[in-house]
């Protein structure tokens, strides 16, 4: 039995992207009588949004996909993020780091598919735990996990080289725990065993799957699909003017409709789906 998730922050409302997502998501688990669960990413304190989870699970029923099961809540769940930091803190892979934004920009000497590289500088300094957060020492993790294999449906078998991403942070100053860290231990908690999502986030796989064995979770497959651009090639985004499903929604649209015509890849005027490396 295959299990997937459609996994929204409430940053923000959905949009077509979200649609197209949440379609795949659910159709992929229909069509191999499997699950489709509805996971809220809500423990970004600073932009996460309660309001908006009526809204999204209001969206996802005017497109037609019914989710099993109860909807799972990141912010219910802090406690197993703080115990896999914990563990991971044991086996001295994770160290505090107190730099700002700024400064990290600052010394960043490589860009990695994140953004800039953070270069270490707390590595091999004394930094007060307190209010720190908490990255991962690259290199040792990569080292100690060994050679790491996973499958992605559409790309084919991967070697993951988490290595670029460099010292990620795992345990953050103003949230529990960072999307890479969350992300892999709920699709564990949850039993997924295919996780779809959108073609930007291919390398963060090859993250989650150094997680996946340091924590000695199991090993799901993924399914990294296109994503919906715009004319000019970039991605959906409701500043730049794409409508939020919730006014289409009250405006009456038809989101039945609109989900088979993201299913059948006739796509609103102006859009297209770029496969990504999918
Ligand atoms: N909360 C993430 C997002 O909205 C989900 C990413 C994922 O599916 O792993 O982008």
């Known amino acids: 039995m295959i299990r997937t998730r459609f996994a929204p922050s409430p940053n923000g409302l959905l949009h077509l992207g979200h649609a197209y997502a949440a379609v795949v998501a659910h159709d992929l688990a229909r069509a191999r009588e499997g699950e489709f669960l509805l996971r809220i990413e809500d423990i970004d304190g600073t932009r996460s949004r309660a309001e908006l989870v009526p809204e999204i699970l209001a969206d996802l029923e005017w497109l037609g996909l019914k989710w099993d099961g109860k909807v799972v809540f990141q912010s219910a769940r802090l406690a197993s993020y703080a115990a896999a930091g914990e563990r991971l803190k044991a086996m001295g892979l994770l160290y505090p780091c107190q730099c700002t934004r700024a400064e990290v920009l600052a010394a960043a000497q490589a860009e990695g598919p994140d953004g800039p590289v953070y270069p270490g500088t707390c590595r091999d300094r004394a930094v007060d735990p307190e209010g720190a957060a908490w990255r991962i020492d690259m290199a040792r993790a990569v080292e100690l996990a060994g050679q790491l294999e996973w499958v992605d449906e559409l790309a084919g078998p991967q070697r993951a080289d988490p290595a670029p991403f460099g010292d990620v942070v795992l ?79 009250r405006a009456g649209e038809d989101g039945r409709a609109l989900a088979d015509a993201l299913r059948e890849a006739r796509f609103p005027a102006g859009l297209s789906l770029d496969p990504g490396l999918g």
């Open 171 to 249: 345990l953050r100053k103003e949230a529990p725990a960072s999307y890479h860290l969350a992300a892999t231990l709920d699709d564990a908690a949850d039993g997924i065993t295919l996780v779809t999502r959108g073609a930007d986030l291919f390398g963060a796989s090859h993250v989650h799957r150094l997680l996946q064995a340091l924590l000695d979770l199991p090993v799901p497959r993924w399914h990294h699909h296109g994503l919906l651009v715009e004319a000019d090639g970039r991605k959906l985004a409701k500043r730049r003017g794409s409508p939020a499903l919730a006014d289409l929604r």
